[in-house]
């Protein structure tokens, strides 16, 4: 950090310290602080997870490149999807939505879609911002929430950084088989819970 | 990652996959909704029949219907999973299940080579039958992303252990004991017909 973004920086904490409010209850204490309260939260809601792990996949059978692009663009996207949801009053997410993301990242690692640099990005950075933002908006307007969202990307950042990496170096057949079969699973779970979002629950 | 290569790599996965949910973070049903969900197709002979013999018959037939088999089963499964979620009737299920285990029993036990698209399609009209009668014996108060999630891996690793079986198929005995295999699935298919038939009251 900078000099001269210190006293901007810490005004600013202060002032969400002195402005805060009680934590919404959708982030739950893991006794270790609101770092590992949010990184756990990404780790224990599969409906986070999942989605992030198949855009690991995808970008690890399309190389190192698709790899890096995804390493970066998408905490990025989720750091200010998530920032942008704190301002926001708490929403919930659309099932049909998050299912139809299951479907599409699963169905596209699955098929081993040839997705160009650029379609990577805009995926990457649609899949953080959706699943930010709606991370973000639950947490309430406090300090420990700020903390939370940078424990959370950190997941984010640290679970593209193995998925990819392991999947990227991948080179017999059979193991690049198996990256689409856990495709496949994700999105037929994705197709089972549009059915369950459907039927309204 | 070399210390998470093989055999210890599966066991990870397999713990990580059976290890339930923090339960100070998850809702009230969603660790049980996993176990249900994963424990429901190996708890019922019939499934477990058919989708044992899916991965046998894929071994039989080499690539690619070894990982296409596998990977269509389940994404047409959760099809009729997602039709059984939405109350959609389809007559007859348990019929469909037993045949699926008489006819996929008889393409190991004859070694049946049928064109890779017919043997897809065939296995996916099956695999409705199995995905709706999930779906519509999906407790109340789960979770159905972690149901769903739980039948659909258990389901892939059932197809896993009928790959794995089929290995043998490369020696003249192996050959023998799955079509041997395969006689037994088609026998228990025709006990399950009998019994939907009324046959057990």
């Known amino acids: ?201 | 990652m070399r210390f998470l290569s093989g055999s210890r790599g599966l066991a990870a996965g397999c713990l990580a996959a059976v290890t339930p949910s923090a339960l100070a973070h998850m809702q009230a049903g969603q660790a049980t909704g996993f176990l249900t969900g994963f424990l429901h197709p190996i708890s019922g002979l019939d499934h477990v029949l058919a989708m044992v013999a899916v991965g046998l018959w894929g071994a039989q037939l080499g690539a690619p219907a070894i990982w296409v088999l596998p990977v269509a089963f389940p994404l047409v499964m959760a099809m009729g999973g997602m039709l059984g979620f939405l109350g959609v009737p389809i007559a007859g299920i348990e019929y469909g299940i037993a045949a699926s285990a008489i006819l996929l029993g008889a393409a190991v036990a004859f070694e049946l080579r049928l064109p890779l698209v017919v043997a897809a399609l065939l296995i996916g009209f099956f695999a409705v039958f199995h995905g709706h009668a999930h779906g519509t014996e999906l407790p109340p108060g789960q979770s159905a992303l972690l149901y769903s999630m739980g039948f659909v891996m258990a389901t892939g690793c059932l197809h896993a252990v009928g790959i794995a079986i089929g290995v043998v198929h490369r020696w003249m005995w192996g050959q023998r004991l799955l079509r041997a295999a395969g006689a037994v699935v088609l026998v228990g298919g025709v006990f399950f017909l009998w019994k939907a038939l009324g046959g057990a009251a």
């Not at chain 1, 409010?21 to 770092?35: F, Q, T, V």
């Not at chain 1, 299951?102 to 596209?108: A, E, K, N, P, R």
């Not at chain 1, 037929?188 to 979002?197: K, P, Q, V």
Request: proline share 3%; aromatic share 6%.
């Open chain 1, 1 to 201: 950090m900078s000099k001269p973004r210190l006293p901007s920086c810490a005004a600013v904490i202060l002032t969400l310290a002195l402005c805060s409010r009680p934590a919404e209850a959708h982030l739950n204490s893991s006794g270790m602080g609101p770092i590992y309260d949010g990184l756990m939260h990404f780790l224990t809601s599969p409906e986070d997870l999942v989605p992030a792990l198949a855009m690991a996949l995808l970008a690890g059978l399309r190389g190192a490149t698709h790899g890096r692009r995804a390493l970066f663009t998408l905490p990025a996207a989720w750091l200010l999807g998530s920032l942008a949801g704190l301002a926001a009053a708490a929403t919930g997410g659309n099932a049909v939505v998050a299912a139809l993301w299951f479907l599409l990242m699963g169905g596209l690692v699955a098929s081993d879609a040839k997705v160009s640099l650029r379609l990577t990005t805009i995926l990457a950075a649609l899949l953080g911002l959706y699943h930010g933002y709606f991370n973000g908006s639950g947490m309430g307007q406090s300090v420990s929430a700020i903390l939370g969202v940078v424990g959370l990307v950190s997941a984010v950042f640290v679970l593209i950084a193995l998925a990819a990496a392991f999947v990227v170096q991948l080179r017999a057949q059979w193991a690049r088989i198996a990256v689409r079969v856990a495709g496949s699973w994700i999105a037929a779970s994705g197709l089972l819970l549009l059915g369950w979002a459907l039927r309204g629950g």
